[in-house]
């Protein structure tokens, strides 16, 4: 009897989705070590973007916290089209094509690809690459093997943004049926999410980022106010300034977001879910201030990244529109107020990476404009 062990056993544990696909990549390569890269990109059909989102490569420069539009790569769209994989064997005949997504591939060398869409449910919602610096090393015994590989890593993929997504819609309903608006209504939680990407990529040097954090951080970012279900609409809605003991009750929205989300995440089972963590901070701390004086108090290094990118979107958003209590304030008022408590506030680097990058926040309030609830 010889004693069997299961390569695969690593999946069984609750690494994070890009430990997984690293250690897929490690057995791929001690059969066919000219796999150097696998990578695998997210569609958005909302924005029709492209977005990286995991990759397992030795390169010193992964391509990383990228996107670009679907629309813009015919080649990507093609294999849509045809509705299947596509095996390149010599990527140079991309050398005169414009999409940038492919220059960029270009230039880290590669020389060829074996791209696989992935669907769920029969829609597409990514794209799987396998890479080489070789040329021509896909051939039909390679593509077999990979076919299960990349089913593999696909199914991967889906069950990670399938849970995130239950996560999401849960939380969401909560607030759809308790009819809390800010977490409910049109244009807000794609401009909330949007601001909180931009941030975290400008940031995701300095914190150690990766395209699945910032991914989670995109999707959870609107769901910050949750506890708010729990405030009662006359203080919710009042129309002017809450008193200094309504301001109280207010404020522990934070504290019961937090709550919320932890009865949620035990319900379903998901206490383990390597995200959920994300979801949590950004309700429990989106209220907290890097020199102490927020609503729990916390210091600015105890505060996750996370609740200081929403912070800054928050409080960005909040000001730029129309609240109950007060009217919309142009972006420029905004940023010198933003600025004006970067280091005392709000984290220096969240508000810089958002003033910076004016074109870009005014492209998202373009793209999602205030709706009809103002
Ligand atoms: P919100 O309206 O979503 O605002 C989120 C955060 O944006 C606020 O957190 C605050 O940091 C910032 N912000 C919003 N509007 C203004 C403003 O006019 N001036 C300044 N300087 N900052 C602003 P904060 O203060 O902890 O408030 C949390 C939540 O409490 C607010 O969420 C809102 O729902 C409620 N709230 C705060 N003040 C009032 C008020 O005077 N009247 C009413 N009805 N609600 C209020
Ligand atoms: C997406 O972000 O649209 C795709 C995620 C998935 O379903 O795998
Ligand atoms: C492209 O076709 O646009 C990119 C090349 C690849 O990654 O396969
Ligand atoms: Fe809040």
Redesign the pocket.
Known sequence: MFEHKDALSALNGKLPLQDKIGYVHGLLKDRFDFIDRISVALYDPKTDLLKTFVHSSDDELPLVLYSAKLAGSESMQEILKIGRPRVVNDLDIFNNVPAEHTRRIAAIQYKSSYTMPMFQNGEFCGFLFFNSHQKNVFDEKVLHYLDMVGHLVSLLVIHEMSTTRSLYAIVKTAANITLHR?VETGAYPDRMSNYARLIAKEVAKKYQLNDELVEHIFLFSPLH?IG?IG?SDS????????TDS??DI??T?ASKGGEIIDMMLKNLGLDEFPHAAILRNIALYH?EAINGSG?NGLMDEDIPIEAKIV?VS??F???TSA????EA?SNDRAFI?LQSMAGT?FDIDCVAALVNCRDEVEAIQKRFQEDHLG
């Open positions: 800010d106010d708010k405030i203080i919710l809605l009042k129309p002017g300034k809450l309504e301001f207010m404020k929205h209220h609503y912070a928050d409080v958003d909040a000001l609240r109950p209590y007060k304030w107020f506030k």
